[in-house]
């Protein structure tokens, strides 16, 4: 079990370009979610997929924000034409489904990707 | 809608001190709640949760918290810190039922620790 893994770590822009993160989840966990994190801020829930699925999407996630997970591994995040304001830590998250337990699985973390728009 | 408020942005204690983490929440439906740490340019590790049972939970890392359904809270605790202690620490909750699986966080207390 080696965690989840996000690529790349730190990612500088010039505004109007498109960046794109990458997320591997804990192997055989077929949740993920995407949140993000400004300065100062607890993180803001952005989509979640259960397997290839994107089940949840929150208002946060706007027409320039595209994410997928093609086969129910690892997810990509794509911020087109980024604006400053889209700068802050994007954190991926994961977690297996429980038998008969509702919402009980528990969602671990990655270390993130920490985006900087200048 | 679901809300959690951390009532306190930064918390100073000397090494080897008690400390409590206070932790409010507002929801309309039952919630499980949950305590992260985040240390440094690192992500969140899950210290401790609360999903049924008995309401005082223990974690790792010598941490605690109760969670007190009339009063809405679920406060974390530590009866002597260490040094390494020092990080941010989220308070979140995620509903009982399956409609929705995000968790929603507050915006976090930094334990500083003095030695």
């Known amino acids: 079990d080696t965690g989840v893994s996000q690529n790349p770590r730190h990612k500088i822009t010039k505004r109007g370009q498109n960046v794109t993160f990458r997320c591997d989840p804990i192997?055989?966990?077929?949740?993920l979610y995407w949140y993000r994190q400004t300065l100062g801020q607890g993180p803001e829930f952005l989509t979640y997929?259960?397997?290839?699925?994107?089940?949840?999407k929150s208002r946060l996630l706007s027409d320039r924000f595209s994410a997928e997970r093609p086969k129910g591994s690892f997810s990509t995040l794509e911020i087109q034409r980024t604006e400053q304001g889209d700068s802050a830590m994007y954190l991926c998250a994961s977690s297996t489904q429980n038998r008969g337990s509702g919402n009980t699985d528990t969602q671990y973390f990655g270390p993130g990707t920490r985006l900087t728009v200048l | 809608a679901q809300s959690v408020t951390q009532l306190d942005s930064q918390v100073p204690v000397f090494e080897e001190a008690p400390v409590e983490l206070r932790c409010n929440y507002s929801s309309s439906v039952s919630v499980y709640l949950f305590w992260y740490v985040q240390y440094p340019n690192q992500g969140l590790q899950l210290l401790l949760k609360?999903?049924?049972?008995?309401?005082l939970v223990k974690g790792i890392n010598g941490f605690e918290a109760e969670f007190n359904k009339s009063q809405t809270s679920f406060h974390l605790r530590k009866p002597s810190v260490h040094i390494s202690d020092t990080a941010e620490y989220f308070c979140a909750l995620k509903r009982t039922d399956t409609g929705r699986r995000a968790l929603t966080f507050g915006s976090g207390t930094r334990l500083q620790v003095q030695p």
């Open positions: 997929f259960q397997n290839e699925a994107q089940l949840e």
């Open positions: 192997s055989e966990h077929n949740r």
């Open positions: 609360y999903l049924s049972g008995s309401t």
